[in-house]
């Protein structure tokens, strides 16, 4: 696999979290409760804590939010979590930080929208007092600039002097500049204030692919700051996730981006933690991060009897996932762990014998054995109708042996 070379960045604490370049890339997600609603704001943070998100961004957007972070943070560290909580502040965070100084304390870092905080003189005076409260409690920034909330004051500064070249830019090039400089300027006049650049990170998100890629390729060649790659308003289901995936896939690969969210639509009935499971599974995807035992696994075809393959391919993977809470604290490593659940003899054997353990299904027509490879090799070969029991049997026997003596 091709090594991929991350764009040299400082190391920045949060909480127990470490980013930056010589650091795994971070996983983060947002939850949707109003964060007044402690029960409910408790509750999903630990869905997401558990789905493999290292860091939870809550909205604080009132003095009844700012008021409940302590708590909901007391309640958290008494169920075992310990997740680094960011406070989402608009408009009034300047206000909230300083009339609440232990929710400021609480808070393991502060996202500031510079477009946000305030128009004319007020505004530098706003973002002041914010990073003002950020050095008071030692706690990280993110100066997040969205182009749907641009400082518009900066942007129209700039279409006005566009309009005046003799050769104009376009539309979206002034966009990507003024974001930019947006994010660039206020993280120097944090850095002017005081506040260290291991303190700093920036993000400067797009709702648009190209768009989002293009920007933050010429914000990396411009700052060594830490960057938060995101795909904002990226939409819901297959959509989203095949968006936002694109769009980090492409920055990942070319080494920019320190920590990483997909902002998707909420599904009714469906957990928030899918922008977590997409996030854990592009990394893993991108040989980046491992988090769980890789599956691999067929789409099936007219070859594969597919009743028997579909549910042994899902039975095995509802088992790992169920196992890993234990398997991760017993057995170091085991989430580097390749499994095969193939349903046909044209790619079955050698999708089998390239994992760690595999199985391969006789497909429409083939003789009813079932081979499993172990290491590379054809370990046995099954006959009958409990092949999901044997298997597993089989898979828990590998892990204890393979991972228990590390």
Not at 128 to 144: D, E, F, L, N
Not at 157 to 165: S, T, V, Y
Not at 306 to 317: E, G, H, I, Q, W
Request: net charge neutral; hydrophobic share 40%; glycine share 8%.
């Amino acid at each position: 696999m091709k090594t991929i070379t991350r764009r040299q960045t400082p190391s920045v604490m949060i909480g127990n979290v470490a980013m930056g370049s010589a650091h795994p890339v971070v996983v983060q997600s947002m939850t949707n409760t109003p964060t007044a609603d402690i029960d409910a704001t408790v509750a999903q943070t630990l869905e997401l804590a558990k789905a493999g998100s290292e860091l939870v961004r809550w909205t604080v957007n009132d003095f009844e939010a700012m008021a409940a972070v302590p708590e909901v943070i007391r309640r958290l560290a008494d169920k075992g979590c310990h997740v680094p909580i960011v406070g989402d502040f608009h408009y009034n965070g300047h206000i909230l930080l300083e009339k609440y100084p232990e929710g400021a304390a609480a808070l393991s870092k502060y996202r500031i929208n510079p477009g946000n905080v305030g128009k004319g003189k007020g505004r530098d005076d706003n973002f002041s007092r914010m990073i003002r409260q950020a050095m008071a409690h030692q706690k990280v920034v993110r100066i997040g600039v969205n182009w749907g909330s641009l400082d518009q004051e900066l942007f129209t500064d700039l279409m006005d002097k566009n309009a005046k070249r003799k050769e104009p830019k376009s539309f979206k090039e002034v966009i990507y500049k003024a974001m930019i400089i947006s994010a660039i300027r206020n993280a120097e006049l944090a850095e002017s204030l005081g506040l260290s650049k291991d303190k700093i990170v920036v993000s400067v998100k797009m709702s648009e692919l190209q768009d989002m890629v293009a920007v933050y390729q010429q914000l990396a060649k411009k700052c060594d700051y830490v960057l938060h790659l995101g795909l904002t308003e990226a939409g819901g289901s297959v959509k989203g996730i095949a968006a936002s995936s694109a769009a980090l896939g492409v920055l990942l690969q070319q080494g920019i981006g320190d920590t990483i969210r997909m902002s998707l639509t909420p599904e009714p009935g469906v957990s928030r933690d899918q922008e977590v499971r997409g996030c854990t599974s592009l990394l893993q995807a991108m040989g980046l991060r491992y988090f769980m035992p890789a599956i691999t696994s067929c789409p099936g075809c007219g070859r594969t009897n597919s009743d028997k393959f579909v549910y042994l391919a899902k039975d095995v993977t509802e088992y790992i996932e169920k196992r890993m809470p234990d398997w991760k604290t017993q057995y170091p490593g085991v989430e580097t762990l390749k499994v095969a659940v193939m349903g046909c003899v044209v790619n079955g054997p050698g999708e089998s014998k390239y994992a760690d353990i595999g199985i391969s299904l006789p497909g429409s027509s083939e003789a009813p054995g079932i081979p499993i490879y172990i290491d590379g090799k054809l370990s046995q070969t099954l006959r009958g109708d409990d092949v999901t029991a044997t298997f597993i049997d089989l898979l828990e026997a590998y892990v204890v042996k393979r991972y228990g003596a590390l």
